[in-house]
């Protein structure tokens, strides 16, 4: 064998580092530099993370202020429905429709509550809630005007979530009495840890007239003397006027001015009322919330009847939109009443979106 010349010799090394060099290429400096690449890219992506979270973070009060009235939206809604029905509290809702119209109500109608829509909770743990409905129909014979009083009333005020479905009636000019048959639509929502709470009262099953007659509460013909009761003598009062100058648009407070709530906003506040009787018994507290401000509370009512006035202002333009859309509960044993002096007739600057219980509303323009 012809031995290597050292020229072949220095080629045969100079290949042999080449041939290191790239193998260190391919198999060290290749990989490093491809996992230098994927770290980067995981920054970037790390970095966009970070940045999203720390916005996420700037803006910690305001989601947690919206969580807070979503949440209050979402219990105010929830009160709006009963958390069941039964017959004894649609015959007791007869008997309370008597005790506010000269005009008894002499037979009730009723189907068993049936489900109308499952709906889930966010809890994927928790029970559903069951949207559940009854039927309720009954006759009446009024005048003309309580009639009109009595479809608003059930459309409008009525304690529970009431929908009128079919309201057949004729008039008679000779009496101006109206023959009616109302059809109402009665819902509740049951289920994920509602407590059902019967109505307390004597429905007066068993006996050959369960619909005693009463001594009416008031009826349209002493509406003026209702107003002027009111206007007189209210333990709340609630001001309403158009937004300028930084006044306010909305004021509540007590009849002493010792309580009180406020906003200056140009647009509709909720107005969340409650009546609960005292501790002993023998008084009644009434607790309000404007927006979402600390609840005030106004305590030692002892008056049979709790009243709110409301002194409004008719509207300046279409750019006024001040005014409330008030709740009003009353889980008293007393009646609550409200009157309202000077609202716009059109656009009313109060607004009474629900109520329950024994709750009544009249107005100057009525």
């Known amino acids: 064998m012809k031995p290597m010349s050292a020229k072949d010799k ?15 290429y391919f198999f060290g400096a290749r990989v490093l530099m491809d ?3 994927e770290l980067e890219t995981k920054q970037t992506e790390m970095r966009a993370e970070l940045d999203q979270r720390l916005q996420v973070i700037a803006k910690q009060d305001e989601y947690e202020q919206k969580t807070e009235e979503y949440n209050a939206a979402y219990d105010e809604m929830m009160r709006q429905f009963p958390a069941g029905i039964s017959q004894d509290d649609q015959i007791m809702f007869a008997q309370d429709l ?8 002499t037979a009730v109608n009723f189907t068993d509550p049936a489900e109308v829509l499952s709906l889930t909770t966010m809890d994927p743990n928790g029970a559903p809630y069951s949207l559940q409905s009854s039927t309720l129909q009954f006759p009446v014979e009024m005048s003309y005007d309580e009639w009109v009083d009595l479809i608003n009333y059930l459309g409008t005020q009525a304690r529970g979530k009431n929908v009128l479905t079919q309201v057949e009636g004729t008039y008679s000019p000779e009496t101006n009495r109206v023959t009616s048959d109302v059809t109402l639509a009665q819902y509740a929502i049951t289920g994920a840890g509602r407590i059902y ?6 429905s007066l099953l068993g006996t050959n007239n369960i619909f005693a007659t009463s001594a009416p509460m008031y009826s349209v013909k002493d509406r003026s003397d209702v107003f002027s009761e009111v206007r007189n003598n209210y333990h709340m009062d609630i001001s309403l006027y158009a937004a300028g100058d930084g006044q306010d648009t909305v004021l509540a407070e007590d009849a002493a001015r010792t ?4 906003a200056s906003s140009n647009a509709m506040q909720s107005l969340s009322i409650e009546v609960t009787d005292g501790e002993d018994g023998s008084t009644a507290q009434l607790t309000f919330r404007l927006g979402d401000q600390d609840p005030q509370t106004i305590t030692g009512i002892t008056d049979d009847t709790v009243n709110i006035y409301v002194f409004s202002t008719p509207r300046t333009g279409d750019e006024d939109l001040s005014g409330v859309n008030a709740t009003v509960l009353n889980n008293s044993g007393r009646k609550v009443q409200i009157a309202v002096e000077g609202d716009d007739a059109a656009s009313p600057r109060f607004v009474l979106t629900s109520s329950d219980g024994s709750v009544k509303m009249v107005t100057d323009s009525e």
């Open 10 to 24: 220095q080629l045969l090394v100079v290949l042999l580092a080449l041939i290191i060099i790239s193998a260190s």
């Open 35 to 37: 996992k230098t690449t």
């Open 259 to 262: 309580v009180q709530s406020s």
């Open 197 to 202: 709470e019967p109505e307390t009262g004597e």
């Open 98 to 105: 008597q005790t506010m119209y000269d005009s008894p109500v």
